[in-house]
């Protein structure tokens, strides 16, 4: 289902960047594609060079909470297609 709206639906990537480091203007949670609820710790820093596309952030899962850095995709393939 998630798939299918990122194909009926076109946005660019940075956006999701952008809207990741001004998640306090959103009106709701952030929620993973399996329901999971998603909190930003720590936004860390934009990264303007090769590599993931946030250094240094704190997220929280469901309450656990991981720290590294971030990558940015529309969809899951990308990652693997990007060789991370």
Do not use: C
């Amino acid at each position: 289902m998630a798939q299918d709206l990122l194909e009926q639906i076109k946005i660019p990537e940075y956006w999701l960047s952008w809207t990741y480091f001004q998640s306090h203007l959103l009106r709701s949670p952030l929620i993973g594609l399996n329901q999971e609820r998603v909190n930003i710790i720590d936004h860390g820093r934009q990264n303007y060079d090769n590599g993931p596309d946030v250094l240094d952030a704190t997220i929280e899962i469901n309450g656990i909470r991981y720290q590294g850095d971030v990558e940015f995709h529309l969809a899951a393939q990308d990652w693997f297609l990007h060789g991370h």
